[in-house]
């Protein structure tokens, strides 16, 4: 886990979100922070805390393509599916705070947070 994102995972993960990858800076050069959810119903957690935000980042849904893999990369096979948000560095003070407002004393999300409807992810 990178460091500069690493209160973040630990928080996505203490709300009962799953994570399978991360980057604190993709590998685009945009700077940006990538977080990779391994299904559907993490990646909609993840958006039902933005609901009520003006900006939120969007999750997205991605198959591995044979141009995505990277050589001795394990992490990755053709044809995995995954969800994911990519949002600009200078918002992740607001995407923690965000969670952090929405976890009850226990670190998890609250029952009217996770039933909440999101659409699909």
């Excluded at 001795?72 to 995954?82: I, K």
């Amino acid at each position: 886990m990178d460091k500069g994102i690493a209160l973040l995972i630990e928080a996505l993960w203490a709300a009962g979100i799953n994570t399978r990858a991360s980057c604190e800076a993709f590998e685009d050069g945009s700077g940006r922070v990538w977080v990779v959810f391994p299904t559907a119903a993490d990646g909609k957690r993840f958006r039902r805390l933005g609901r009520r935000q003006r900006q939120w980042p969007p999750v997205v849904p991605c198959t591995v393509t044979a141009a995505d893999l990277v050589p001795d990369d394990p992490e990755f096979a053709l044809g995995d599916r995954f969800w994911m948000v990519l949002f600009p560095r200078h918002e992740l003070p607001a995407v923690l705070a965000r969670l952090r407002a929405v976890t009850g004393p226990s670190g998890r999300l609250t029952p009217v947070e996770l039933s909440s409807p999101a659409g699909p992810a």
